[in-house]
């Protein structure tokens, strides 16, 4: 079974720039996150999709962040413009829904986002 | 809110040796507790979970137990490898934040042969 896929897998930019990621789940799943990793901390959660509805984007910094779900299925999101403290790991997971809610998070290989 | 703390690190051991690596934390609700690894050059993985109070997860010779009076999940090992070596990240996730991981801040674990 093929795994998260996200491109690219690495990125550098100039400040004020825009960035673009994108992230295809794994089949079936219906739950996506995005997750932003800075170095040296955890990932911490920018925003979460149940198919393609927002969940939780409350600490998404909505000025200059945002996300879609088309169709329920690949994501991409996008930072315009970008700032020095944006530099990071961004990570894109997913799960299948259950009974008991979404399930275990698979995760991708990240994409590392440079801002010079 | 929630919150995860991890024991500082990097955490550097020889071949064999025991590992423990501390994780407390703080939630609303009834937290699941999950510990995952991230190997050099490759994306998170799960690497064992427990759901309710004195559950004992395992996987790879790793343990963890859910200690609700402590609130804690630290992981053990009784004989690392060379190939531990890794980012291990201590997480939850309660019913009130529907699937979301709250995280740690990472240990670097490094074993030499």
């Known amino acids: 079974e093929a795994g998260v896929a996200q491109s690219p897998r690495y990125k550098i930019i100039e400040k004020r720039q825009s960035v673009a990621f994108w992230c295809n789940p794994i089949?079936?799943?219906?739950?996506l996150y995005w997750y932003q990793q800075i170095l040296g901390q955890g990932p911490k959660l920018l925003i979460q999709?149940?198919?393609?509805?927002?969940?939780?984007d409350s600490q998404l910094p909505k000025d200059r962040f945002s996300a879609e779900r088309l169709k329920g299925v690949d994501s991409t999101l996008k930072i315009q413009p970008a700032k020095l403290e944006d530099s990071a790991v961004y990570l894109c997971?997913?799960?299948?829904?259950?009974?008991?809610?979404?399930?275990?998070?698979?995760f991708g290989p990240g994409t590392r986002l440079t801002v010079l | 809110g929630n919150s995860v703390t991890q024991m500082e690190g990097p955490v550097t051991l020889s071949e064999e040796a025991f590992l423990t690596i501390n994780c407390t934390y703080t939630?609303?609700?009834?937290?699941?507790l999950f510990w995952y690894v991230q190997y050099p050059g490759e994306g998170l993985q799960l690497l064992l979970k427990?759901?309710?109070?004195?559950d004992k997860g395992s996987n790879k010779g790793f343990e963890a137990t859910y200690r609700k009076e402590t609130t804690s999940f630290h992981l053990e090992k009784g004989s690392v490898q060379v190939s531990d070596s890794a980012v291990y990240f201590c997480?939850?996730?309660?019913?009130?934040?529907?699937?979301?991981?709250?995280f740690g801040q990472g240990t670097i674990l490094t074993v030499h042969p």
């Open positions: 997971a997913s799960s299948l829904e259950t009974s008991g809610g979404p399930g275990e998070q698979f």
């Open positions: 089949s079936g799943h219906a739950t």
């Open positions: 999709f149940q198919n393609n509805g927002v969940v939780d």
């Open positions: 939630a609303t609700g009834y937290p699941s």
């Open positions: 427990a759901t309710k109070a004195d």
């Open positions: 997480a939850l996730s309660t019913g009130t934040s529907y699937g979301k991981l709250t």
